[in-house]
């Protein structure tokens, strides 16, 4: 059959819009596939949920020996080549308003080209919290150390390092019920404070930790706020982050496995009792860690 170039734009819309579906929705969810045909490891992606703070899955039309440049709100993004396709794998910040947003890809060339979607809105639950007044209201020695602090944090939150996730499909770093969730707009002591960019698993003091990924541990500390921390690289951008620990198990540069234990649960930092902050980073922003837990673990594990 021969298409006219009319009919030819027809086909090319309608397989673009084919794909964008196949992509949204085949990797959301591998549960009840046979085994044959479940992806493997390395092409295990999020869910994807195209709101504030989440995460966007997007196809990319470039040539399988040109990896393209993508970049979102101006920090560069995860791309990866998955079953003969480009995909940007992107973290949509939480302070992103509602509504028309676009993706930057550069294909080493004059030639770029300006991805356009839609974010959609999301309404968080509210929060509020009782903790030491001077957790809310910092002396001027408690915010001069935080000043000190945030470089830290923000240079191990910026790492990008070439290699690849070796999946994207992650394990609840401890077990225990989910004290916030991620979104919660925060008030301490009555005052509002930056929505909850984090997961919060409830669980007794000593309880083990464990990368919930293979990594490499880029920053541990003992800061203001978040008390112990591990920061954990997994490729491409993505960070995770451990908060409150009662001990760190783990040192900067060690390379580390799912399930090994990289420190304990505690109540450093500002918290209201023992528990673990679990944080989860795409291209240098927050997003919600649940979309990164297996399906039936996510379901299993929801509030």
């Known amino acids: 059959m021969t298409l006219t170039g009319g009919w030819k734009a027809r086909w090319r819309a309608l397989a673009a819009v084919a794909l964008v579906f196949a992509w949204q929705g085949a990797f959301a969810s591998v549960e009840g596939m046979p085994v044959s045909s479940q992806p493997s490891p390395a092409t295990r992606l999020p869910q994807s949920s195209v709101v504030p703070g989440g995460v966007l899955i997007q196809p990319i039309d470039a040539p399988a020996d040109r990896e393209p440049i993508v970049t979102f709100a101006g920090h560069r993004t995860m791309v990866l080549r998955v079953d003969d396709q480009w995909v940007a ?25 300006r991805i356009r979607f839609e974010v959609r809105p999301k309404e ?3 929060q509020r919290l009782k903790v030491a007044p001077r957790h809310v209201d910092l002396a001027k ?4 150390r935080v000043n000190q602090e945030r470089p830290r944090i923000s240079k191990a939150l910026a790492t990008f390092s070439d290699a690849e996730p070796v999946t994207l499909q992650l394990k609840q770093p401890v077990e225990g019920p989910r004290s916030s969730s991620y979104g919660l707009r925060r008030y301490f002591n009555n005052q509002p404070r930056n929505p909850h960019t984090g997961m919060d698993i409830a669980a007794p003091t000593g309880t083990p930790v464990v990368a919930p990924a293979p990594g490499r541990v880029i920053e541990t500390g003992d800061f203001f706020f978040n008390g112990k921390t591990v920061f954990l ?11 409150h620990l009662s001990s760190i198990e783990v040192e900067p540069g060690m390379e580390v496995e799912t399930g090994q234990v990289i420190g304990k649960v505690g109540a450093t930092g500002r918290v209201t009792g023992p528990h673990l902050h679990w944080g989860v980073a795409l291209n240098r922003t927050f997003v919600d860690p649940a979309l990164f837990l297996a399906p039936q673990e996510a379901l299993a594990k929801s509030d």
Do not use: K, N, W
């Open 141 to 144: 020695s408690d915010l001069e």
């Open 89 to 113: 794998v992107v973290g949509i910040p939480l302070s992103t308003e509602p509504g028309p947003a676009e993706l930057l890809v550069d294909f080493g060339t004059p030639r770029e080209q």
């Open 124 to 126: 968080y639950a509210v």
């Open 233 to 243: 690289d997994h490729g491409r951008g993505l960070v995770t982050m451990y908060c």
